[in-house]
């Protein structure tokens, strides 16, 4: 009976060392082999790699992506992604990639986009072209919106981005306020604006000596283009014309920009501060604080005001941005897409990563937890996400019709002349009129060098 038992154990033990031995050789066999078998080749041997990504943002959005980094590496377990924190100005944000990716590093090894850049990052040459990955996993591109894969992700017939949220400008306003000052809607006009925020600030200074009428986005930076934009297209004008050919100096344009500056230093509803330090979050915090009663910014910001440490939160609506008489209202397409490294050495990693970000619960996060406008275009539906953002129904035609940036490999260079003019007619250091002739010049002779 001993003498079975033990004859038991060493078959057993036999068995385990015969079949650790044939994993063993197995494994070897997969990674000597140079010719796998059909099998191998559809699912190659797992290695570890580890790959950079480069996200900025504002604090709350830099969290999230640990969050899901955290999630794609639990489900990845071979890839580690390491994030390389970036500003939140898409300016800054640019050059930090510029530098590297002009000296052909390998890392970062993908990023994300200001919808602005990817044209210029694409004729440089920077971005992998995504068609061997879509084709090799018959990856649906269905999914996104054709105008913007079109618009924003395609050169030269190749697909070298991907969006990971569109951003459109917005009008937030104090529905508390409205009403405690006996108005029963959101202002249409600029002039209604101006109406509307001037009688506010009269009365809510009495309490709030901090308190203004309307925050918006001056500093020297992209995001004055952005505003700038809105101002003009909502007053019939334009950068470029149809044919491309830069018409800054136009009348409608520079009456725009005559109230912009008139915000500032006539109506006094605008602080001084904007032509030195308004971006995004300064605009965002400052009528976060209960200090503003109108504020231009992206989606983002209806997140963080309904959070709970907001002074706003319940008190805040959300709108079109209002239009000159006789002209409709314009929103700036802005927005984030995703990109791989052309000289990364670990481009099917971050293919997987790209992939990941732009699934449906991944996208659906972004929407439900920063207030970001999916990329993905089945995410609208969801009825989870509407009940959070009522909003991406209800101004549906404001990112529909949102006007994009002019699409040039030299936009950065023409956005850096307007932001320098803008800039100095509302700080009051430019007429408007000798501002935006000297931006016509200047853009001209950008065109000029480096068009054709
Ligand atoms: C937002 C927009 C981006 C724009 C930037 C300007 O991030 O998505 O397109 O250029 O703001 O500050």
């Known amino acids: 009976m001993k003498k079975l038992k033990r004859l038991g154990k060493i078959i057993t033990i036999l068995v385990m060392i015969a079949m650790v031995s044939a994993v063993f050789v197995g494994c070897k066999s997969q990674t000597l082999s140079t010719t796998p078998s059909q099998e191998q ?219 912009m500056a008139d915000l500032i230093h006539k109506y006094k509803i605008s602080p001084p501060s904007t032509y030195t330090e308004m971006t995004e979050e300064p605009v965002r915090m400052t009528f976060q604080k209960g200090n503003a009663m109108f504020e231009r910014n992206w989606p983002y910001a209806w997140g963080l005001h309904n959070s709970d440490d907001s002074q706003v939160k319940g008190k805040t609506g959300i709108a079109p941005l209002p239009h000159f008489l006789e002209h409709q209202s314009a929103a700036t397409l802005g927005g984030w897409h995703i990109g791989i490294n052309t000289y990364s050495k670990n481009k099917e990693a971050a293919w997987k990563f790209v992939k990941f970000v732009e699934s449906y619960d991944v996208q659906k996060g972004f929407a439900m937890n920063l207030g970001w406008n999916p990329g993905r275009q089945d995410v609208y539906k969801d009825s989870e996400v509407l009940k959070k953002a009522p909003y991406l129904e209800k101004l549906r035609e404001v990112f529909v019709n949102a006007i994009p940036r002019p699409s040039v490999p030299y936009y950065t260079k023409m956005s850096e002349a307007i932001q320098k003019y803008v800039n100095a007619a509302i700080a009051g250091r430019m007429d408007p009129k000798t501002a935006l002739d000297k931006a016509q010049q200047e853009v001209e002779q950008i065109i000029k060098q480096y068009g054709s």
């Open 41 to 259: 080749q559809s699912q190659p041997a797992p290695k570890n790699v580890s790959i950079v990504f480069a996200v900025g943002g504002a604090p709350s959005e830099i969290d999230y992506w640990h969050k899901v980094i955290d999630e794609f590496e639990a489900k990845n377990p071979n890839i580690t992604v390491n994030l390389l924190k970036q500003p939140m100005d898409s300016g800054t944000r640019m050059q930090t990639l510029v530098t590297p990716l002009s000296g052909h590093e390998s890392t970062p090894d993908v990023f994300l986009m200001d919808v602005a850049w990817v044209g210029q990052f694409a004729a440089s040459g920077w971005l992998a072209p995504l068609n061997g990955y879509v084709s090799q996993d018959n990856y649906d591109t269905s999914v996104f919106f054709k105008k913007v894969i079109d618009l924003a992700d395609s050169y030269k017939g190749d697909l070298i981005a991907l969006p990971v949220y569109i951003d459109a400008g917005l009008l937030y306003y104090r529905t508390d306020l409205l009403k405690k000052y006996d108005f029963s809607a959101p202002p249409k006009t600029w002039e209604d604006l101006v109406k509307i925020a001037e009688k506010v600030q009269a009365g809510e200074r009495k309490n709030n000596p901090k308190f203004w009428g309307f925050v918006w986005q001056g500093k020297q930076y992209e995001g004055l283009v952005c505003d700038f934009l809105e101002f003009i297209a909502s007053n019939g004008g334009n950068i470029l014309n149809k044919d491309g050919q830069p018409v800054l100096n136009s009348a409608n344009n520079i009456q725009a920009l005559t109230f």
